[in-house]
């Protein structure tokens, strides 16, 4: 009797777990996880107005106290509902909600669907409320998944200096308010390459911020395509004023092809600029073209409208580059041009035709007397095929300061010959994103507006237009970080940004190499205090600081071995900051070529 009792309870416990257990196999709604919800296009997951029309924004609220973004303002900039736009390499459509409608999605873990096949997410955000960061999840049509960190900065107060555009003024209830208000093109990258399936958007930030979506698109990988010949957009500059100018710009390409496209940008633009007609032709001397141009067209047209802060390419066209022989490229403007996004310190000459309508189609130079140092809106050229392309980011030392305009003396020229005379390595193009009195640590332009100051902003800010979205870009030499000791970094800051670059750039699959700085003894700004912090910064990237994959050591090849804080005599342009063009030929030199092998 005691042994059936003391069996008793040890049998109702079995049958009480195997009855739990039958449940949990056939499902229990008390233990199965919730299903997905399916993922539904971003358009039909839209909760919030945050496009305003009319003199009062006609109830739009963004930010929970009736402001919003301006219609009129987002028209002027040519940012039309519905548009189909492309900035910083990523196709995206805006929002073409009826009027009165949602059309932006609070960022709260909703699944959306994706198709398309590339190298990164673009997210078109704002955020209010202040800075919106949180992590999403992608999915691939492969079953694979992936996580991703993404934040977007207030839509008030936020940086100038990475939005895709800057409206002028807010909608309110009470009527228009003279405040910038800003949209970004954030991405982030994608782990594997297989298409894209849904991406769920992050949770809802903890405090007041909101995260606003208001488009969402894949940036294709530029495949069958190199880069040939690029400049970083430094600022939105004045120019002219002009009327109906051609503009006739001189390029080198790096590498050949037998097909060419090109790319304009509108970056830092407040308003739409119209391409009328565009050509290319092999350059015979000045502004005098080999023969007669051959035009290019974008989407079949002859001409295109670039919005405000977008970009396009050319179609392709036949047409045969030689590598290290000049391109002249010209582009009429229609109606009067009083500023345009440039690249400053070309070092190649540059010509307009003012006041001659378009001029594109004639060979010969007659007329295009006015000259540039700048090149403005021309960003790229691609030409099919090809390896891929190396990356330089740097200063005026990579711009090519006190090297003779038109003579191609810049270290990446040389670096770009070396390339085409070996066979060791793959002949990969060379692009040059530097930009004079770049620096690591601070904005020397604001990111919005007319500025004489063409400096930039700081190569974090530019990171993913000017270095991610390059034509197969697979791997960057930095060479940046002088300028900002000489003006007051410390050596722990410039290491700091140096490794942030390093990461960010291993995360995107791109290779990365990093230079050492070069002395500048006896120059502007150049004290004791400032070579000790270049020695510091130097002494931690030959010890393999910041992650690397490799050194470049150019310091070590233009220093004169008896003052080690002074470039040698023969290799001082003169003004003991910039080396002479046979230094920055020693630099070139200095470059292994196969370190530039790609991951």
């Given at each position: ?50 496009i305003g029309t009319g003199a009062r924004g006609g ?410 979205a390059q034509t197969s870009a697979r791997t960057a ?24 670059v390093a990461r960010r750039a291993r995360a995107r ?91």
């Amino acid at each position: 009797m005691n042994q059936a009792r003391s069996r008793g309870p040890f049998r109702t416990a079995v049958s009480l777990l195997l009855v739990l257990g039958s449940a949990a196999l056939l499902g229990s709604p008390s233990t199965a996880a919730p299903p997905e919800a399916p993922p539904r296009p971003l358009s039909q997951l839209f909760d919030n107005r945050g496009i305003g029309t009319g003199a009062r924004g006609g109830g739009a609220d963004l930010d929970g106290h009736g402001r919003a973004l301006s219609a009129e303002a987002l028209r002027d900039a040519g940012w039309s509902p519905g548009a189909g736009l492309t900035v910083v390499g990523a196709p995206l459509r805006l929002p073409a909600s009826p009027p009165g409608s949602p059309d932006n999605v609070r960022a709260d873990g909703q699944r959306v669907s994706v198709t398309g096949r590339g190298d990164a997410l673009a997210f078109l955000v704002t955020a209010t409320g202040g800075r919106a960061p949180g992590r999403g999840t992608v999915e691939y049509a492969d079953g694979r998944r992936s996580s991703y960190q993404l934040e977007a900065p207030d839509w008030r107060t936020g940086t100038l200096a990475t939005s895709a555009v800057v409206l002028p003024r807010v909608s309110t209830p009470e009527g228009p308010m003279k405040a910038r208000a800003r949209l970004y093109v954030v991405t982030v990258p994608l782990s594997y390459d297989a298409p894209v399936r849904a991406v769920t958007l992050p949770r809802d930030p903890v405090g007041p911020a909101s995260l606003h979506v208001f488009a969402l698109g894949v940036r294709p990988r530029a495949s069958g395509w190199t880069g040939s010949w690029s400049a970083a957009t430094a600022a939105r500059m004045r120019v002219g004023p002009w009327q109906d100018p051609t503009l006739r710009l001189v390029v080198r390409p790096s590498v050949g092809g037998e097909r060419v496209r090109l790319r304009f940008d509108n970056t830092f633009a407040a308003s739409p600029v119209r391409l009328g007609r565009v050509s290319v032709a092999v350059r015979e001397k000045g502004a005098t073209a080999r023969g007669k141009p051959v035009p290019l067209r974008f989407g079949g047209h002859r001409g295109v409208t670039l919005a405000a802060g977008a970009q396009v390419r050319s179609d392709p066209l036949p047409f045969r580059v030689e590598a290290g022989t000049d391109l002249l490229v010209s582009v009429s403007l229609p109606g009067r041009v009083a500023s345009l996004p440039v690249r400053t310190a070309a070092k190649q000459p540059g010509y307009v035709a003012d006041a001659a309508g378009n001029r594109t189609g004639s060979r010969g130079g007659a007329g295009f007397a006015e000259a540039l140092d700048y090149w403005p809106l021309l960003t790229g050229l691609d030409v099919a095929g090809g390896p891929g392309s190396v990356v330089a980011l740097g200063d005026s030392t990579t711009t090519g300061a006190k090297t003779r305009t038109g003579a191609d003396e810049r270290w990446t020229d040389v670096l770009a010959a070396r390339l085409r005379s070996q066979d060791a390595v793959p002949r990969y193009g060379v692009l040059n994103q530097a930009l004079t009195a770049n620096r690591l640590l601070a904005d020397r332009y604001p990111g919005a507006g007319e500025d004489e100051d063409t400096s930039g902003v700081r190569l974090a800010h530019r990171l993913d237009r000017d270095l991610f979205a390059q034509t197969s870009a697979r791997t960057a030499l930095v060479y940046l970080g002088l300028n900002d000791v000489r003006w007051g970094s410390s050596a722990a800051e410039v290491r700091t940004a140096l490794a942030e670059v390093a990461r960010r750039a291993r995360a995107r699959g791109v290779r990365v190499l990093a230079a050492t700085l070069t002395p500048c003894g006896g120059g502007s700004r150049c004290t004791p205090a400032v070579e000790e912090r270049r020695q510091a910064v130097n002494a931690w990237l030959r010890a393999g600081g910041g992650g690397f994959d490799a050194v470049v050591d150019f310091d070590h090849v233009v220093r004169d071995p008896e003052r080690p804080g002074r470039l040698l005599p023969a290799y001082d342009s003169g003004d003991h900051l910039h080396p002479s063009a046979e230094a920055l030929a020693r630099m070139a030199g200095a470059v292994d070529l196969g370190a530039l092998r790609p991951r």
